[in-house]
Structure formats: C-alpha cells, structure tokens
C-alpha cells in the first residue's frame, strides 16, 4: 500500500493564514525524468523534463463540467498528497484532484473526481506545448477534408494510417490525428498517449494554432445512433450531444502519458500503458490461451487443387482446421460471411455453414474456432450471444467495424471484454482504438487492430510505401500494446515489383520481413494471413512459422530508428529469437547480444542475394553456438531493401 506524506504549508502571521504552495514536482525513481504541476496564476498547468532538458514546457489542462470548470480559477490546494518516495503525488482542488507519476520511462497526469451524484463533462483541454520547429510523426485520420470541414466529421474512423513526418508547425490543423504520435524535442523521443480508457472518450490530438501548440479533441456522445455502414454492421452516429462524457460519482479519468527516451529504441521498450492500467479483474486466467490462427479472408478463401466448391462453406472451413491441426496451429477464424448477409443477427446462419459441426471437427483435431461479428450484430445482444456460441464450443469473437472512440463505443469495448470473459471466449478487436490499457484489466482481450496492415496490400498500388510504415510501427502504434497486424504472405515482392491482387494478395518486402514480424510485433493472437495452398507448397517454412511463440517471458529493443530499421530480441524457456526488419535502404547488421543460458544451435533465416530481385527467396542456416560466436562473419547478416532476418537460438 502507498504512504503518503500530507504537506499542509500553514504559516500564521498576525493571526492570518499564509498561502499555500503553489507548485508540486515529483521525479522518476532513477532521477530523470520530472513532472510538475504548477497553479500559481490561478490556472493549472503542468511540464516535464528529462535530466534537466525540457521536454513538454509548461501546458494548460482543465477539464470543463456542468459543475464548473476544473484546472481554472484555482486559488489554492487545500492539501498536497506526495507518495513517500517522490514520484507520485495527487492535488486536491475540493471537488476533484489531479494526480502526477513520474517513471523511467516517462510521466503522466490524469483528474480524479470527488463528485457525488451525476454530473457532465463537457469538455477536457490536455496541451502538449513544444516548438513549431520540432518534428513529430503524426497519424491523421483517413479522411482528408477541405478547408471549412469541421472535425465533426472525422470521429468516425478505423484509426488506420501510415505516419507523416512533419514539422509541428506544418500540423495539418483541419485533420484529426489519432495517438500515439512521437515528437523529437531537445534531443529527446517523446511518445505521447493515454492509458486506462474506461467509461470516456478517447483522446485525439489537434494544433489550432498552427504552432508548436498541440492540444486534444474528444468526440461528444452519441445521441442518436443508426443501423447503416459496411453491411449494416456499423452504429453511424446522426446527432451528438454538446458533451463528450455522461458521469456518476466519484471516478477516475484516463492517464496523460508522454513516454521520453533519448533513442528511438527506447520507445519500442516503453510499458507505461501496461503499467497505468487498472488492475486484472478475472479471478482466473487459465482458460486464456494465445496462439496463431489459420485465416481465410486475407486470401480470398484461396484453397487450389482440390475436389470440392471453394468458398464459406463447411467443406473449405473443414480444410482449414486439417491444415491448422497438421502444424499445430491453435484456432480458425470464421471471417465475414458465415451470418446471413445484411441481416446483423448472428443467429442466422447462412445454410452453406453448419457452426456446430465444424466446432467439433475443430475440437477432435485440437484447434479452436474464432467467430467474425460486426459491432452492431453483437451489440444487440453481447450476452445471450456469448452464452449460445461459449456453449457449441466457439473460443472467442473477432469483433469488426467500431470505428468509433466516444464514451458509448468505449462502453461497448469494454461490455464485450467482460460479458466474453464470463463465458470464457477471447476476443480480438479490429476497426478499433488504440490499446489503453484494458488487455491488462481483461486478458482475454487478447489483440488489437488500429494498424494500417497487411490488409491493405490487397488494394493499395506500389505507389504506396509500406515498408517504412512496417518499420515505424513498432516506435509508435506497437508502444501501445498487442497488434493485429495480419502478417505472414507467402507471395513476397519489393515495392518496385509489388501490385495489388484482391484474391491472390501479395506483400511489400521479403520473405524475411514477414517473417521477422512475428518477432518484432506484439501480437499474442497472431494470423498466417495466407492460403493453406501456399504454406503447404514449403512445409519446412510453415513448421516454422507455426512454432514461433506469441508470448514472451522478455521482449527487448537492441536498436532501430524510426522509419528505418529494428532489431527485437525475444525470449521463451526454450529458446532466444532475434529478429530484424529492414526499411527501404539495404543494410548490414552485426549481432552482438548477450545470450547467457541458450546454449544451442543457432538457425538464421535470413535474405538472400537475390531477394531484392525475388522476394520469396530465403536462406537457411545452421551452426553449432561455437561456430556462431566465434566468427563475425557469421554474426553480420544483411538485409535488402524491405528485409528482415530471424535467428534462433535454442536452450540447449
């Protein structure tokens, strides 16, 4: 339990009180990093530092109710709550309290309310302030308005971007931008978000003043809500009202996080949201098993050569489940089509499907089946629809088209984490916000989209880049927590070759970069995107694949640079993988990494001459631990343009 020291500044002069103090720092355990709230004219306002180095200067918060405005018009605290040893502290202002926390990593700040009754918020103000000159790496929402558009029309989003690398004062100030973005100031990596998102919207980041300004936007509640969208699966939202929270009581409110290093590398290792995040409210988590997934939809259900009718039917589902029970893959997804098309009502099954069948066929042969729902589909009756499918057998839902971050759809995400608990199913997000926090809180949320994925490369042209987003990603979006990214192509070219196939879909890169994802990514639900037709044609490369965990006891960054390169380093009780994903310049990387206790043979798969040319092609390599360590040559492997490489070194 924390201990706090109560500093009450009661000085009596002439029989009158002193003022209070005005200002409160607290500091990270190692010393470095800082934060400071300060109130001294009246206005709260807060800054953090990095071993004497500005990183955020001094920025407003204030949080506006139908009480008053909170953060505004403060004359004093009545009392200063600092933990003991210096790096958290809570300031009281009466009816609510703003609370600071300094860690290695970073910093944050989040209100808490003291509130009895129910009560509004209208607003909230959080200002990031740097100058208009510092760089940041900014996600728009994908929607480009012209130049009267409001943001009104940009709430409803798949929070899907690649990233622009901008100047803050070239801040797009007509666009949304969804967190996490990184800002480079004073030398420093700044990565900014928010944690513990629960009964509120989430935070999207905006700059008004075209400057070194950068402040936050919040999507007001949903008023009237319509059945409408991608196959009438979505909640289109027609009117809002003129708050963006609806509260009861006393309450906490979502962490205002900036993570700071002085390396990129620093923020791929950033755990603050996991650190932020309320506590696991399941009492028992055994039932949760990670794992990969065979998945149909990427390749258009892309099964060749064989003697039945292709499609969403119980036949190729059946061929699905063989090929994931051969290698030891743990789950099948039944992706969008096996409801009735249109209806939103996910106990109508389209005839060509027999659920319960292919469960047990599933479950004969060790492998779980994952069912696709739209949001509307599930949000008519979460319960009774976890109950019915928890009791066929089904593992969990695949949860699709939220597009949405406002109080009602933060509601929902966390509904659907609870109910699907209770009846022991995991559940993967996509068209979703990023992570805050809530795989910690429920585990069996297991994934997240909110990435610009493989996806996408069944339509996008070669114009796009996606191999520099592939190599952002983990400084950004993957800092926030477990990804959805679909990886595992199996047709593979560099971008200059690379055209988009809607049924036969290839990616931008290596094999090896595909490969190296399930290593560097986070992903404890992971996909193999491609078809089984594929992956049975190289046995020895699926085998791997399969094997690869999705947990780790340790995950760490060597080095990288955004939008360049990075190298993960990834550990189990069995085995040490090291994996490096290339961006668009070729490069050479030596490995030179600590290795204590893995004492095995080493494999290294890794590009080969030609990969650039053919973007299948891989070598294989085996070496005894001696041969590996005692030649550089052996350590220094090369990466193409768009490459990768993974190594694995075993336990004995």
Request: negative net charge.
């Amino acid at each position: 339990m924390r201990r706090f020291i109560v500093i009450f500044a009661l000085l009596f002069a002439v029989g009158t009180l002193a003022a209070q103090p005005s200002r409160v720092e607290v500091a990270s355990p190692d010393g470095a990093n800082t934060i400071a709230l300060d109130w001294s004219d009246g206005r709260v306002c807060w800054s953090a530092s990095r071993g004497g180095v500005e990183a955020v200067a001094l920025s407003r918060l204030a949080m506006t109710t139908d009480r008053g405005t909170w953060g505004e018009s403060v004359a004093c605290a009545e009392s200063v709550k600092i933990e003991h040893d210096g790096s958290v502290a809570e300031v009281s202002f009466g009816e609510y309290g703003i609370e600071i926390r300094a860690y290695n990593e970073g910093v944050a700040y989040r209100f808490i309310s003291h509130c009895t009754g129910d009560y509004k918020i209208i607003d909230e103000l959080a200002e990031f302030s740097f100058e208009g000159e510092d760089m940041a790496y900014i996600p728009y929402v994908n929607f480009r308005p012209d130049a009267t558009s409001d943001y009104a029309t940009q709430y409803e989003t798949s929070f899907e971007n690649i990233y622009t690398y901008t100047a803050i004062k070239d801040v797009d100030w007509r666009r949304l931008i969804f967190a996490p973005i990184v800002v480079e100031r004073n030398g420093l990596k700044l990565w900014i978000s928010e944690a513990n998102l629960e009964g509120y919207p989430g935070m999207f980041i905006s700059n008004r003043d075209g400057n070194g300004l950068l402040d936050t936007e919040f999507a007001p509640r949903p008023k009237d809500v319509e059945q409408g969208g991608h196959n009438m699966l979505q909640g289109m939202v027609k009117s809002r009202h003129e708050y963006i929270a609806e509260c009861h009581g006393a309450r906490i409110f979502p962490w205002r996080i900036v993570a700071i290093g002085e390396e990129d590398k620093d923020l791929v290792s950033n755990n603050l949201v996991w650190e932020l995040a309320d506590e696991c409210r399941l009492e028992d988590t055994s039932w949760i098993k990670p794992g990969k997934v065979a998945w149909e939809w990427w390749n258009d259900w892309g099964l060749e050569g064989v003697d039945f009718e292709v499609g969403i039917n119980t036949a190729t589902y059946k061929y699905y489940i063989d090929f994931a029970s051969r290698y030891g893959i743990e789950y099948v997804i039944l992706d969008e089509g096996w409801a009735v098309n249109l209806a939103a009502d996910l106990m109508q099954v389209i005839p060509e499907i027999d659920i319960e069948e292919l469960v047990d066929y599933a479950a004969e042969r060790n492998v779980g089946i994952i069912l696709w729902a739209g949001y509307w589909a599930l949000n008519r009756d979460i319960e009774g629809l976890c109950k019915h499918y928890a009791e066929m057998g089904v593992k969990g839902w695949k949860v699709d088209f939220l597009d949405r971050d406002d109080q009602e759809m933060v509601e929902f995400v966390y509904d659907v984490a609870r109910i699907a608990a209770k009846y022991q199913m995991l559940v993967d997000y996509h068209g979703v916000y990023k992570p805050t926090g809530l795989n910690k809180t429920y585990p069996n949320a297991i994934n997240f989209e909110g990435v610009h994925g493989l996806e996408t490369m069944k339509w996008l042209g070669a114009e796009h880049d996606q191999i520099t987003y592939d190599v952002s990603l983990p400084f950004i979006r993957g800092a926030a927590g477990p990804m959805d990214y679909t990886q595992g192509a199996m047709r593979n070219a560099s971008r200059d070759k690379y055209y988009p196939d809607y049924s036969r879909p290839m990616s931008q890169g290596t094999r090896c970069h595909q490969l190296a994802m399930y290593i560097v990514y986070d992903a404890p639900l992971t996909m193999l995107c491609d078809s089984p037709t594929n992956y049975e044609k190289e046995p020895e490369f699926t085998a791997l694949l399969a094997s690869i965990p999705t947990v780790w006891s340790d995950k760490r960054c060597l080095e990288g640079s955004i939008g360049e390169y990075v190298v993960m380093a990834s550990r189990t009780d069995d085995a040490l993988y090291i994996a490096g994903l290339n961006g668009l310049t070729a490069r050479d990387i030596e490995v030179d990494y600590c290795t204590e206790g893995y004492a095995g043979d080493v494999e290294i798969y890794c590009d080969a001459a030609t990969s650039e040319v053919r973007g299948s092609d891989y070598t294989y390599t085996k070496l005894s631990n001696e041969e590996f360590y005692a030649s550089l040559e052996c350590r220094t492997l090369h990466m193409a343009s768009g490459g990768g490489f993974l190594i694995k070194i075993s336990k004995n």
